[in-house]
């Protein structure tokens, strides 16, 4: 089935320890995202990547890193650098005129222990 | 930045009855879209209307868009539980400024409750 996944449902860290999250799409889309939200909030947009091996930042990059070497693979690492990182993020992919829906992961839930 | 701002915040209605949620926006757009969020969940795409479109439906559901407000609404006619959910809308304000793939602009949602 065509989809995107993001993987684990459920990650735990530790406080100063790097974690990273999941999200490969077989869509063959080119552009890619990573959005944080946080509870009864929208979502806010941490990362995107329009092609591959080029990455921009979005409104809260901070503590966030990501790189994109493949096209159905966009990684994101949460480092200690990210002062509040328990939240829910979700991976979304598109094609690239961004004219057209956006298909979303069934996110990642970290909670920092 | 967040863009869009869904209003009202939360509503509860009765199975039947028909929920109406706004959403407005503070610069241009090429289109505005709306999602559904089930608790825990990741976003499923409803519908997109374009800048040139004023009205669009599909199936249960009505948008509406009004570029001189700078406002949208999502009605969905004839609700059933399973329609609980939360509702986003999303506009491409960085898009439309810069051109290419910048992300959706999310608002904070309403929190839709269908009463059995």
């Known amino acids: 089935d065509g989809g995107i996944t993001q993987s684990p449902k459920y990650l735990f860290r530790k406080e100063g320890q790097n974690v990273t999250l999941s999200c490969e799409q077989n869509?063959?889309?080119?552009?890619m995202y990573w959005y944080r939200q946080d509870p009864g909030q929208g979502l806010r947009l941490i990362y995107y990547s329009q092609i591959v091996n080029d990455f921009q930042k979005g409104d809260i990059a901070e503590g966030y890193s990501v790189s994109r070497e493949k096209k159905e693979s966009f990684p994101l690492t949460v480092t200690s650098a990210q002062k509040n990182p328990t939240a829910f993020y979700l991976c979304a992919s598109s094609l690239k005129d961004g004219n057209t829906e956006a298909f979303f992961g069934q996110g990642t839930r970290l909670t920092v222990v | 930045s967040q863009q869009g701002e869904e209003d009202p915040q939360a509503l509860s209605i009765q199975e039947g009855e028909n929920a109406t949620m706004n959403c407005s926006y503070k610069?241009?757009?090429?289109?505005l879209q709306w999602y559904r969020q089930n608790s825990g969940r990741g976003l499923v795409h409803l519908i997109l209307?374009?800048?040139?479109?004023r009205e669009k439906h599909s199936g249960r559901l009505r948008v509406t868009l009004d570029t001189s407000k700078k406002s949208s609404s999502l009605l969905i006619t004839a609700s059933r539980a399973a329609d609980t959910a939360s509702y986003f809308c999303a506009t491409d304000e960085n898009m439309y400024s810069g051109g290419g793939a910048d992300g959706l602009t999310f608002g904070k949602g309403t929190h839709l409750i269908i009463q059995p």
């Open positions: 869509l063959n889309h080119d552009a």
């Open positions: 209307i374009r800048s040139n479109e």
């Open positions: 610069t241009s757009i090429n289109n």
